[in-house]
């Protein structure tokens, strides 16, 4: 049974068949969006291929089509395109359809709060690679959003994470579950979510970010060129 690609087909579906939709016309954002995809999947491929070198996590093969690239199932190089894909979609139908940047006055305190617990939680267990290694990931790149964008994009961010952990815990629910990817908890906390390592959540808050960093920043540059094309 192909699961992992099935979950890969249902991931996109939607957002894509949806990305037309007149209010959000996400496929507009189209020019920004597949560079920033590219740029998530080469950073989490390279990751990945040696995470599962190292034994961190694995794959069932009884769920794969057995089509490999890299030594990583073709599945899981889909799903750094689907994910961040549906992902970044959830971002901006919220952007369209609720007015309001409701956690815009807490971002600051949110990006705090995160920017001085995940060093203390990596520090403390520098030797599980896996939340060692996500954890100081994620507060450096917050870092550097911070340092480009400050707080303009983080408030829209953690409401668009918030909303994208149903689809989450669904679909990584269903490959942990199985499990379609294991994983080594000698790496991790050994703390669960049912089936999911509690290190998935910020896996996955880190690949949106990086993926919601570049999109915005190169949105932000054909702004800022069309700018100067009206000046001149």
Same mark, same amino acid.
């Given at each position: 049974? $192909?699961?992992?690609?099935?979950?890969? +087909?249902? %991931?996109?579906?939607? !957002?894509?068949?949806?990305?037309?939709?007149?209010?959000?016309?996400?496929? #507009?954002? *189209?020019?920004?969006? *597949?560079?920033?995809?590219?740029?998530?999947?080469?950073?989490?491929? =390279?990751?990945?291929?040696?995470?599962?070198?190292?034994?961190? *996590?694995?794959?069932?093969? &009884?769920?794969?089509?057995?089509?490999?690239?890299?030594?990583?199932?073709?599945?899981?190089?889909?799903?750094?395109? %689907? @994910?961040?894909?549906?992902?970044?979609?959830?971002?901006? /139908?919220?952007?369209?359809? /609720?007015?309001?940047?409701?956690?815009? !006055?807490? &971002?600051?305190?949110?990006?705090?709060?995160?920017?001085? =617990?995940?060093?203390?939680?990596?520090?403390?267990?520098?030797?599980?690679?896996?939340?060692?290694?996500?954890?100081?990931?994620?507060?450096?790149?917050?870092?550097? $959003?911070?340092?480009?964008?400050?707080?303009?994009?983080?408030? #829209?961010?953690?409401? &668009?994470?918030?909303?994208?952990? @149903?689809?989450?815990?669904? +679909?990584?629910?269903?490959? %942990?579950?199985? !499990?379609?990817? *294991?994983?080594?908890?000698?790496?991790?906390?050994?703390?669960?979510? +049912?089936?999911?390592?509690?290190?998935?959540?910020?896996?996955?808050?880190?690949?949106?970010?990086?993926? +919601?960093?570049?999109?915005?920043?190169? #949105?932000?540059?054909?702004?800022?060129?069309?700018?100067?094309?009206?000046?001149?």
């Amino acid at each position: 049974m $192909h699961i992992y690609l099935y979950l890969n +087909i249902f %991931t996109i579906l939607f !957002p894509l068949l949806l990305s037309f939709d007149k209010k959000v016309a996400f496929y #507009r954002n *189209w020019p920004a969006l *597949w560079p920033a995809i590219l740029v998530n999947a080469a950073i989490f491929i =390279v990751w990945d291929v040696l995470f599962t070198k190292a034994g961190v *996590w694995g794959f069932n093969e &009884a769920y794969l089509t057995g089509i490999y690239f890299f030594n990583l199932p073709l599945e899981e190089i889909l799903f750094f395109i %689907t @994910v961040p894909y549906a992902c970044v979609f959830i971002y901006d /139908v919220l952007i369209a359809y /609720v007015q309001k940047d409701i956690l815009q !006055p807490y &971002a600051k305190i949110i990006a705090f709060v995160l920017l001085l =617990v995940l060093p203390l939680i990596a520090i403390f267990n520098i030797g599980q690679l896996y939340t060692s290694i996500t954890f100081i990931l994620l507060a450096i790149v917050h870092l550097v $959003h911070l340092r480009y964008f400050n707080t303009h994009y983080l408030g #829209r961010f953690y409401m &668009a994470y918030l909303v994208h952990l @149903v689809p989450f815990l669904l +679909i990584n629910g269903v490959l %942990t579950y199985l !499990p379609v990817v *294991w994983y080594n908890d000698n790496y991790n906390l050994g703390l669960r979510i +049912i089936s999911i390592p509690v290190e998935d959540t910020m896996y996955s808050m880190l690949m949106l970010l990086i993926t +919601i960093s570049v999109y915005e920043g190169l #949105r932000q540059r054909k702004t800022v060129k069309q700018s100067e094309a009206l000046v001149v």
